[in-house]
């Protein structure tokens, strides 16, 4: 006998379309943290390039002037960010920009703007005069100097720096208040993360990322994406002193954290051997 085709018979059940619907949002939620993850890494990548283009900028500039480094570019220095002083090697603003910090964008018509990388604190000006840069030659681990990384934050507001200060962040205690000028100099560890400390600027609050990775242009022209543990690696010779290690600069003007005025003076990847 033949089965009559009648729309009813044709049409799905409820029971049907509840599990088709609860295969899609599994699928769903599966899949829109991998597509999260592809983003990131392209940001990443991109941001990597960025870094990697200023890190060989930085060896056109000083070639061109005597083996010595751009100044991170305030005060008495009057030549502009170290951002104007080596955008001639790049011919790009765009690279001055994070990708996964859009509201930290640099505008080379304004002379007070900001960055999303920051120029090292330690390499700020040579201390003999605060006006000129370091000659390469006085600085042994080319390697091992970090020069610029990534720095400025977006949210509430967007606080971009020009100068990087070594700050671990895992040592930021949860509810650290920075003042207005240190906020956007933090290192920012943006890429890959899974874990924020809160901190805040006065009255603004904002999510400082702790173990993701941050990307960082060193002194000999390569360029490299770093986690915090590896960023902030132990330096030695520092007190106390391990064996006979070089002695090593001790940067001044780094943000407090908690009890420890000098958070990055055995660091190092931050100073000057």
Not at 124 to 146: C, F, K, M, R, V
Not at 195 to 201: I, P
């Amino acid at each position: 006998m033949k089965t009559p085709t009648s729309a009813a018979a044709r049409a799905f059940t409820l029971i049907e379309l509840l599990v088709v619907i609860a295969i899609i949002a599994i699928l769903a939620a599966i899949l829109f943290p991998v597509f999260a993850q592809a983003r990131d890494k392209a940001r990443q990548a991109a941001c990597l390039s960025n870094v990697k283009q200023m890190a060989l900028a930085v060896q056109m500039y000083a070639q061109d002037y005597d083996e010595t480094l751009p100044v991170a570019g305030v005060n008495n220095q009057r030549r502009g960010r170290w951002m104007d002083q080596i955008v001639p090697y790049v011919k790009n603003i765009d690279i001055f920009n994070c990708p996964s910090s859009p509201g930290s964008r640099w505008d080379p018509t304004n002379i007070n703007s900001r960055s999303g990388y920051g120029w090292s604190w330690n390499l700020y000006a040579h201390p003999s005069n605060g006006q000129s840069g370091w000659p390469l030659a006085e600085i042994q681990q080319h390697a091992d100097t970090i020069v610029i990384g990534e720095t400025g934050y977006d949210a509430p507001l967007s606080a971009g720096g020009f100068v990087v200060k070594a700050v671990d962040p895992r040592l930021v205690p949860n509810g650290q208040n920075f003042a207005t000028s240190e906020a956007g100099y933090l290192p920012q560890f943006r890429h890959a993360v899974s874990r924020t400390v809160q901190v805040s600027e006065g009255a603004n609050r904002w999510q400082l990322p702790v173990d993701g990775r941050c990307n960082f242009a060193f002194l000999d022209g390569h360029a490299k994406a770093l986690a915090p543990g590896q960023a902030f690696e132990k330096a030695p010779g520092t007190p106390p002193r391990e064996g006979n290690g070089p002695n090593l600069n001790e940067p001044s003007g780094a943000p407090v954290v908690g009890n420890n005025p000098d958070p990055n003076v055995s660091y190092r990847l931050w100073n000057v051997w």
